[in-house]
C-alpha cells in the first residue's frame, strides 16, 4: 500500500491541524501487547496499517456535550485508543490516538474531544460505519459482522440508535406531484407491516412496525408539509380504516381502489356460490364437485374443451351463473381502460346488479348480492377515481418481489425494527449518522 494513498485518506477526515499526522507503521512494527490490541478492532490475521495522530489542544473542536459552552479548561490527555477509521486500497487503516479531555467553565461537565469521524464507545468510526451500512444493502448483517468484525448486537444497537434510514424528503418536495400508495405485506408469518409508497418516483417511503391504523396516522404526521403538498392521489385496497385515515390526513386527496381487489370481490362471490352448490350436491352424492379453474380464469383465456365445461356447470346452476356473469361484467370494465367508457360499463353492471337482487328466481343469494353491493355503493368515487388516476397497488407488489429476496438473504428476521431498517436499506434508502445515540427512531 502506497504511503500516499494512506494520508490522504486520514488527512479527509482528521485534518491536519486539529490532529497532526504522525508517521504511518504496519501492524507488525508495534509490541506484541500493541497488537493484541489493534487485531481487537480488526481481527486477526488481516493486513492492516496503523496511523498515528496527536492531539494539538490549541485546535479544540468539541463544544461541552451538556450545555453547548465553547470554553474549557484542559484536564489532559486519555488513554490511547484504537480505531477501525476507514479502509485504504482493500486494507484496514487503524486510527491510534489519545484524545484530548476537557472540563466545562460552565456546568463543569467532563468531556471528550475525539478525532473527526470517531464515535465514543466505538472501535469503527463514522466512516466504516457507513461502509458497513452500504454493505448491507445487498449482504447480510452475519456477513457484515465477520467482514468488518464487530459484534452482531453492537451493530443492531448502532443501526437502531445511531442511523436514520429515511426517503430523500428534499427531492420529493421537488416534485410537481406525487402519488401515495399503501398496502400491506407479511413480516413473519401472520404479522403484517404496512409498506408505504410513492408512485412518482417509484421508491418506499417507510415500512411501518405493524398494520395498525395508528401507526399509519403517526406516519402521515410525519410527513414534512411541503411533500405533503404536492401528494395528489393516493391508492389503497379496500380497507375502510386506510380510505379513512388518507382522506382524513387530507381532505383534497383522490383516493383510488385497487382493481385486483375490486375484481376479486365478484371472484369472492362466485367461489362462495360454488362452495354452497357443492355441500347441497354432496348430501345426496358424496364424489360431487364442482370444478373452481372454469369459473375462476377469465372468459377470453379458457381454453375451448374448458369453456365447454364451464358453459355446462352454469346451465346446470342458475344462481352460479349468475354470479359468473356478474364478475365477468365487473372484470369487463377494468379490460376496457377507457376513461369514458370505462364508467359507462360501470354504471350498466350497477343496474344489473340490482336487476339481480330483486329477481325472485335468485331469491337464495339475495342475501350474497346485497352485501356485494354495499360493498360497491361504499367504494364507487373510489372505483371511479381509478379511471383518472390509473393509480393501482402494484408498484407495492413490484416491491414486495426485492423484499422477499431480502429476506432470504438475510434468512429471516425476528425482530422487526432490524427487519424495517434492512428493507429501507436494500430499497436504497438515504442513510443519516447520528454522532450520538438517539431514543428509538419513530415509525
Known amino acids: 500500500m502506497e504511503e500516499s494513498v494512506r494520508l490522504v485518506k486520514v488527512e479527509a477526515y482528521v485534518g491536519d491541524n486539529y490532529y497532526t499526522i504522525k508517521e504511518a507503521r504496519a501492524i507488525e512494527l508495534y509490541t506484541l501487547e500493541e497488537q493484541a490490541r489493534i487485531e481487537k478492532v480488526i481481527g486477526e490475521e488481516r493486513e492492516a496499517y496503523v496511523q498515528e495522530v496527536a492531539y494539538d489542544r490549541a485546535f ?18 486519555a488513554k490511547w485508543r484504537w480505531v477501525w477509521y476507514a479502509e485504504a486500497a482493500g486494507a484496514p487503516l487503524v486510527l491510534g490516538f489519545q484524545a484530548g479531555r476537557w472540563q466545562c467553565q460552565r456546568c463543569e461537565t467532563s468531556y471528550t474531544d475525539y478525532p473527526l469521524s470517531v464515535m465514543a464507545y466505538s472501535r469503527h468510526s463514522v466512516v466504516m460505519l457507513y461502509e458497513m451500512l452500504e454493505a448491507m444493502r445487498k449482504q447480510s448483517m452475519a456477513w457484515v459482522c465477520r467482514r468488518y468484525h464487530i459484534d452482531e448486537k453492537t451493530l443492531s444497537r448502532m443501526l437502531l440508535r445511531q442511523v436514520e434510514i429515511r426517503p430523500d ?16 405485506h407479511s413480516f413473519a408469518g401472520k404479522k403484517l407491516v404496512i409498506t408505504v409508497c410513492e408512485a412518482v418516483t417509484r421508491q418506499v417511503l417507510a415500512i411501518l412496525r405493524d398494520a395498525k391504523i395508528a401507526t399509519l ?3 402521515l404526521k410525519s410527513i414534512p408539509r411541503a411533500v405533503k403538498k404536492r401528494i395528489v392521489y393516493a391508492a389503497t385496497d379496500l380497507k375502510e380504516g386506510y380510505r379513512t385515515t388518507l382522506l382524513g390526513w387530507k381532505r383534497s386527496l383522490i383516493v383510488s381502489a385497487d382493481p385486483f381487489h375490486v375484481v376479486r370481490l365478484g371472484n369472492q362471490l ?33 381454453k375451448r374443451s374448458t369453456r365447454s365445461l364451464r358453459n355446462e356447470i352454469l346451465a346446470a346452476h342458475p344462481t352460479l351463473e349468475c354470479t359468473y356473469r356478474l364478475k365477468e361484467q365487473l372484470r369487463a370494465v377494468y379490460l376496457a ?5 370505462s364508467p359507462l360499463l360501470f354504471e350498466r353492471f350497477e343496474e344489473d346488479l340490482r336487476h339481480a337482487i330483486d329477481n325472485p328466481a335468485l331469491r337464495s343469494i339475495r ?9 360497491l355503493r361504499r367504494w364507487r368515487p373510489h ?36 427487519y424495517r431498517a434492512k428493507i429501507m436499506l436494500g430499497l436504497g434508502s438515504t442513510i443519516i449518522i447520528h454522532r450520538r445515540p438517539q431514543q428509538p427512531l419513530a415509525a
Not at 337 to 341: A, H, I, N, S
Not at 384 to 412: C, D, M, Q
Open 60 to 77: 479544540k473542536q468539541q463544544n461541552c456535550t451538556k450545555c453547548g459552552h465553547q470554553e474549557g479548561t484542559w484536564l489532559g490527555l
Open 367 to 375: 342475501k350474497d348480492l346485497k352485501r356485494f353491493e354495499g360493498t
Open 383 to 418: 372505483i371511479l377515481a381509478y379511471f383518472n388516476t390509473w393509480l393501482s397497488t402494484a408498484i407495492v407488489e413490484g416491491f414486495h418481489t426485492p423484499i422477499k429476496l431480502i429476506k432470504r438473504i438475510s434468512f429471516g428476521f425476528r425482530n422487526v425494527e432490524r
Open 337 to 341: 381502460r377507457d376513461p369514458v367508457q
Open 217 to 219: 396516522k403517526a406516519f
Open 270 to 302: 362466485v367461489e362462495e356460490e360454488r362452495r354452497m352448490l357443492q355441500a347441497d350436491l354432496r348430501l345426496k352424492d358424496r364424489e360431487a364437485h364442482i370444478p373452481t379453474g372454469p369459473l375462476r380464469a377469465g372468459g377470453e383465456r379458457i
Open 169 to 184: 424528503w428534499e427531492a420529493l418536495a421537488r416534485q410537481s406531484a406525487l402519488h401515495l400508495v399503501v398496502d400491506e
